[in-house]
Each structure stands twice: as structure tokens, then as C-alpha cells.
């Protein structure tokens, strides 16, 4: 085998000349070889932190001692339902800290697009030794976007703030820009309005993601604990778990509960 000390010889260096030749997950560097992203679903400034593994410890120890220094306690969290993110561990911070942690849909990745469009924005982004996106380098084109003609929106000019009123003038421009995006800022509008009728209380039967061919598409009925814009929390035989509402149809309410149905085999027993 190799050990540390021989020299790489030319032979066992690849020179790639076209996309989609060379690719893999990137080696650890210094020992890290994950990254914790996040998002400010306001600002969208993104924060993307290198870590070794990918397990709570990693998200508490980065809550405690980078982020709250830094910008304060949070008043919410959204993630998706990874162990990292959905542990005891973290709910007892959280609820010592008093932050509402939000949930996304199991098998609904648009529950979490902030962090998808953060990444479609680095793909845009020209490369310091290139001077071209990766997205140009890959396909040949520009990505598609709206007409540069379109936009109208004026540069911020910093320059022109005296540093003597600089907290005063950044604090007034602050405000005014937070009430244009707030006024321009609609909420996502979903592609089907299918099962916008579903209250707590009705019954529903989901959609199975992970499944054999001769197996059902869909399971329950279960009963719908709770409601959101876009999402359920449903009560299924296994825990309480929130379901896209495109994920869900709503069904008619069982003859008997699943509850009752074993109470009746325990008293036929003898």
C-alpha cells in the first residue's frame, strides 16, 4: 500500500476536461465532511457550517455557541424530520429557550425550499478562477432567469450615508425596506387545491411512499389531529406524523377504531 510519505506520481493525477467525468462526495478536509445549512426565511442569508458528523450534538453545540451569540435566540426553527433535528435533546433547549420548532412533510421536500434555492443561487454564481457558473460550465448557457431590462429596482448606495448618522440612517432604511418586502412577499400558492376541506377530527388515508409493488398505495383510515395551510397531523398506528395535504385523501370514518377492535379480540380470548 501507500503510505503518507510517498510522492503522487503524475500517472495518478485525473486531468478533467468535461463535466459529468470526475464526480463524488468530497474527501474530509480537516476532519469535516458534512454541512449544517441554514436559512433566514426573511433576509435569506444563508449560513452553511462544516461539520465532522451529522447528529444532534452537532446541532446543539452550533445553536449554543455560534449561532445565539451571534444574532440571538431564534423565535423559530423549521427543519426537516431527521434524527439531527427531531431528538430529545434538542426539544429541551428549545423549550428552555423558548423557540417553536416547526416540522416539515415527511416525503415533501418543497417543505424545505429555502435551502434548495440557496444552492440554485451558488450554481449562479461565477467561479473566482473561471469567471463562469457552474450551471454555464455544465450546460453552455446562462441559467434561465427574468430579463435583466425588466428589473428596475435602484442600487443601495452606502457610500452616500455619513458615518457620523450611519446606525440611524441603516435602522430608518431597515425599517422601510422590511415593509416593501413584507407588501411584495405572498405566501406560496400551491398547484392543487385538493383536500383544502380536511378539518381535526376527520378521517384520511395517506399515501405510502415506501412500498412493494403488490402492496396498497394507501393505508389508514386515520384520524387528522391537526391543521395547517399545507399540511395534517395524523394519527397513525405508528405515531403522530404531519402529511402534506396532497399526500392525503380524505375517506369516511371507520365503523370501528382499530382500539375497539383489539378490546374485542382480548375478550374473545379465553
Known amino acids: 500500500g501507500w503510505g503518507r510519505k510517498h510522492p503522487i506520481h503524475r500517472w495518478m493525477l ?8 470526475n464526480m463524488g462526495q468530497d474527501n474530509r478536509v480537516e476532519g469535516k465532511r458534512y454541512l449544517l445549512v441554514m436559512v433566514d426565511r426573511f433576509t435569506r442569508w444563508v449560513e452553511a457550517i462544516p461539520t465532522a458528523r451529522e447528529d444532534e450534538k452537532v446541532v446543539l453545540k452550533w445553536l449554543r455557541r455560534e449561532f445565539i451569540p451571534r444574532f440571538g435566540v431564534p423565535r423559530m426553527i423549521r427543519s426537516d424530520n431527521g ?7 434538542l426539544k429541551e433547549v428549545e423549550q428552555a429557550l423558548g423557540i417553536t420548532h416547526k416540522y416539515g412533510s415527511v416525503y415533501h421536500p418543497q417543505s424545505q425550499g429555502l435551502v434548495e434555492r440557496a444552492l440554485m443561487s451558488m450554481r449562479n454564481s461565477p467561479g473566482s478562477d473561471t ?19 425588466n428589473l428596475s429596482l435602484s442600487r443601495l448606495d ?10 440611524q440612517a441603516l435602522t430608518s432604511l431597515v425599517e422601510r425596506l422590511s415593509t416593501q418586502v413584507v407588501a411584495v412577499r405572498t405566501p ?10 380536511i378539518q381535526v377530527g376527520d378521517w384520511v388515508r395517506v399515501k405510502v411512499h415506501s412500498r ?24 397513525t398506528k405508528r405515531k403522530d406524523t404531519w402529511y402534506h395535504r396532497t399526500h392525503c385523501a380524505k375517506d369516511s370514518a371507520p ?11 382480548a375478550e374473545s380470548q379465553p
Open 188 to 197: 406560496a400558492v400551491e398547484t392543487t387545491d385538493e383536500n383544502r376541506d
Open 212 to 235: 412493494k409493488w403488490t402492496e396498497p398505495r394507501w393505508e389508514g383510515p386515520y384520524q387528522v389531529k391537526e391543521v395547517s395551510s399545507h399540511s395534517l397531523r395524523v394519527n
Open 14 to 21: 485525473l486531468q478533467v476536461k468535461r463535466p459529468r467525468r
Open 83 to 89: 434524527t439531527h433535528f427531531k431528538n430529545v435533546h
Open 158 to 167: 452606502i457610500a452616500k450615508v455619513r458615518y457620523t448618522d450611519y446606525m
Open 255 to 265: 365503523s370501528r377504531t382499530l382500539d375497539q377492535v383489539v378490546s374485542d379480540v
Open 131 to 149: 469567471h463562469l457558473t457552474p450551471h454555464e460550465l455544465l450546460t453552455g448557457q446562462r441559467m434561465p432567469g427574468p430579463p435583466a431590462d
